[in-house]
């Protein structure tokens, strides 16, 4: 407690990432902290308690999930984005309404095209295909629903996501040590 208050204090917040390090015994404090830096804007912090707390309290994991959506956090869009495809047995009635292929495609290329098409949302991770031999193209549908979605759908899908965090900034997380290791590690190249 005495070094988790220490590192908070002087924003040394990676220590509360890092899951090997924390037991369950000293899960409360990892959590209390990471509370007060989700509530801070901190969107690792976000998708941390998502993680930790969805085997315990779903609906309060989903709450730090959704704080991150609205806020457009990067981590939280990504976490979103797989969600419906990942987690499926885990989810309360209240995901299980809202979840659709296409809105999970939407958050998983909002996170693509934030983070710069670093991560990659293949369309056959969301939707299942069939390929129509006479116009040697594909058609697509919803794995939750089963709808049918066309290719026209994807692209209003693709350019919602774009214009939803447009404008949005990564935030890279760098602080004082970070930005001076860099600065040092670049002059010795």
């Known amino acids: 407690e005495n070094i988790a208050s220490k590192l908070y204090k002087n924003k040394g917040y990676t220590f ?23 509530r801070n804007g901190n969107d690792i912090a976000m998708y941390k308690l998502y993680y930790i707390l969805r085997s315990d309290d779903l609906d309060e994991a989903l709450y730090w999930l ?15 984005g797989a969600i419906g495809i990942a987690d499926k047995e885990s989810e309360t009635k209240r995901m299980k309404e809202q979840a659709t292929s296409k809105r999970d495609y939407f958050y998983c290329y909002a996170s693509q095209v934030l983070y710069q098409g670093k991560t990659e949302c293949h369309v056959g991770t ?6 129509l031999r006479e116009t040697d193209s594909y058609e697509y549908f919803d794995k939750v629903g ?9 692209n209003i899908i693709r350019n919602n996501a774009k214009e939803y965090v447009k404008g949005v900034k990564l935030n890279l997380h760098l602080n ?14």
Do not use: C, H, P, Q
């Open 16 to 38: 509360f990432y890092d899951n090997d390090f924390w037991s369950s015994i000293s899960r409360d404090t990892r959590v209390y902290y990471l509370k007060k830096m989700a």
């Open 146 to 154: 089963g709808d049918k979605v066309t290719e026209e759908d994807l």
């Open 176 to 189: 004082e040590t970070t930005v001076e290791f860099f600065r040092g590690y670049s002059k010795n190249i």
């Open 66 to 80: 959704d704080l991150g959506l609205s806020e457009k956090k990067y981590y939280s869009l990504r976490v979103r």
């Open 126 to 131: 969301f939707f299942d295909s069939n390929l």
